[in-house]
Structure formats: structure tokens, C-alpha cells
């Protein structure tokens, strides 16, 4: 398969592209990891029965008003039966529970690495391009 100068050019901005998202990908799980980690030292805690069986929480505020999370497909950091749910200020109906260290760990790692191999790719193909060989 031979490859013109046009296809040759065109790699990077694929390369480029996936650059920038894997970029917005690493900022939005910052973010998102950041605003767990406040709820931990500036929110409340409730803690509450857990069975693994079940895909959701139930759980009472003080009036005895009753709410649910929906858990199915997420991972949460639980004890054996019970579970921390967390919440800002006085909004216990939005009270959810932690993410387990091992899930960032996993997101960190992965988006980390496409984004290294991203970036490792176009400055070596940079490189090599501005590189001048001599001729034998």
C-alpha cells in the first residue's frame, strides 16, 4: 500500500483530535473526582444498611420522609452491610455514596495512558519530520 504526502499529512489531526478529547476526558474526571472529594471534607454523612443485591439504597432525613438511589452499574465504596451516603448542606435528597479509589485509579490510568501515546505519537512524528538525514 503506498501512502501520499496528503495521507501523510492528515495523521496528526486524527492524532490531535483524540489529543484534545482524551484532554477533556482527564479535566471532566478531575473535576468530577475533585467535587467527590469535597463532598467527603465539606459535606454530611449518612450512614445507612446496604445489601449488594439490591440496585438501591433506601434511606430516611429526620421527618422520616423516605428516598432512594439507583446504584445499578456503579460502583460504590461500601462497608459489609452498611454504606456512607454523602450530601451538602441540608439536601439529604441528593445524598449519594463514594466512588471506590480503585475506579479512579482504572480511569486515571487508562485515560492517562491514551493521552501519553497520543501526545508521545505527534511530537515524534514532529520530530521526525523537521529531522533532515543526510544522503549515503
Not at 12 to 37: A, C, D, G, N, Q
Not at 88 to 107: Q, S
Request: hydrophobic share 45%.
Amino acid at each position: 500500500m503506498d501512502y501520499s504526502d496528503d495521507d501523510f499529512e492528515k495523521t496528526p489531526v486524527l492524532r490531535i483530535v483524540f489529543l484534545v478529547i482524551f484532554s477533556f476526558l482527564l479535566m471532566l474526571i478531575l473535576f468530577m473526582h475533585t467535587k467527590e472529594i469535597l463532598l467527603i471534607v465539606k459535606g454530611n454523612v449518612l450512614t445507612t444498611s446496604y445489601r449488594k443485591e439490591d440496585g438501591f439504597i433506601f434511606y430516611h432525613d429526620e421527618a422520616g420522609k423516605g428516598y432512594q438511589v439507583d446504584i445499578r452499574g456503579i460502583p460504590v465504596k461500601h462497608q459489609e452491610n452498611q454504606i456512607d451516603l454523602y450530601y451538602f448542606n441540608d439536601k439529604i435528597e441528593e445524598a449519594k455514596p463514594l466512588t471506590p479509589m480503585y475506579f479512579w485509579i482504572v480511569v486515571y490510568a487508562f485515560f492517562g495512558i491514551l493521552f501519553t501515546v497520543c501526545l508521545v505519537s505527534i511530537v515524534s512524528f514532529y520530530k521526525k519530520k523537521h529531522t533532515i538525514h543526510a544522503r549515503k
